[in-house]
């Protein structure tokens, strides 16, 4: 049984270590049976003295595309071995240059026929498998350039926190949520005006009875958060008091939560949406820009009838269904 292989590509990292260390390894037996006395792990910053030096640590992480430690450590165990010699650099006493020392340069002699046998040996065993490997590696390396693999797991982390996310419209049950929600992040980055509690406590007669909706997030069976679309006229709408709970934030429910917003106004025939946030909430802006939000600096959008200080974001729907931005998806 091999765990490894059947994992398929969730163990990826672990077989390219596997068959790494695998490859070291043969590597360190035939540096000590030919008594040379060098490591495999050391090879490309050896060779790379060898082409040309003095290097700084910084030029060598760079161009072999290792970390700046990495390659602290190696030097620092080549030193150790007398195949490496290190000083300060007079124009830059911060910079460490790095050279080989006199039996370094004369171990490379000696290893050069070695590293001729390990590269014929290389391609012998690329050739019964039939796959241009380097060719491979240097097309997964290019691709990893566009997009590391964290930022790709994240979108899938994303992704499928955005799925777990249900919208369910609003119950005169879920009244107290609405509610709960706002006063959370009212109270802990500004104070509860009299036009939010008007709204607070009567969501039917503030927003339901003129054409608006309320929308609640559910995660895991629990209500999260809360959004609602306030009509204005029949092309204008506002998205309003959107809160999710701060344990529920990072897990994509305001995002679903715009979304479904988004989606109700463009279904009702909407032509724009606006929204009042202040500068103090980064997190919330960061997602309306997104989300195609942008700063309107008209002095009608500027008005606010809250004393807290406000911006006005406006999304031009029209513009959105021709760029084909967002999926919209909203239960």
């Known amino acids: 049984m091999d765990l490894i292989r059947q994992l398929g590509l969730l163990a990826l990292a672990s077989r390219l270590k596997r068959l790494s260390d695998r490859l070291m390894r043969d590597g360190s037996c035939i540096y000590r049976e030919q008594r040379l006395d060098f ?15 003095p290097l700084a640590v910084t030029k060598i992480a760079r161009e072999l595309r290792v970390s700046h430690p990495a390659v602290n450590q190696v030097a620092n165990a080549m030193e150790k071995a007398g195949l490496l010699v290190s000083q300060k650099d007079k124009a830059d006493e911060r910079k460490r240059l790095l050279s080989l020392s006199p ?70 049950k879920y009244r107290k949520y609405f509610k709960e929600l706002n006063l959370e992040w009212l109270r802990k980055y500004f104070s509860v005006e009299p036009l939010d509690e ?33 009509r204005h006229d029949k092309n204008a709408y506002e998205l309003a008091k959107m809160a999710v709970t701060e344990k529920a934030q990072g897990r994509q429910a305001g995002k679903r939560l715009a979304l479904a917003v988004i989606e109700k106004a463009r279904s009702r025939g909407a032509s724009t949406i606006s929204l009042n946030t202040s500068t103090k909430l980064a997190v919330a802006n960061s997602l309306y820009r997104q989300l195609g939000f942008v700063q309107t600096h008209s002095e009608a959008d500027q008005s606010s009838s809250y004393k807290r200080p406000t911006i006005t974001l406006k999304l031009d729907i029209e513009a959105l269904k021709k760029t084909k931005k967002h999926k919209i998806g909203g239960k």
């Open 39 to 53: 490591e495999p792990r050391w090879f490309t910053v050896f060779y790379l003295l060898s082409q040309k030096s």
């Open 103 to 172: 039996s370094g340069k004369v171990l490379v002699t000696k290893l050069k026929p070695v590293w001729n046998d390990f590269k014929l040996a290389a391609g012998e065993l690329l050739a019964e498998s039939g796959v241009d490997l380097l060719e491979v590696l240097d097309r997964i390396e290019n691709s990893l350039d566009d997009a590391e693999m964290y930022d790709r797991i994240k979108t899938q982390i994303k992704k499928r926190q955005l799925e777990e996310v249900e919208i369910i419209d609003y119950k005169p």
């Open 198 to 230: 008007k709204i607070l406590s009567d969501p039917e007669g503030e927003i339901l009875r003129h054409g608006g909706r309320i929308f609640f997030a559910r995660l895991e069976g629990k209500i999260v958060g809360t959004a609602a679309l306030i």
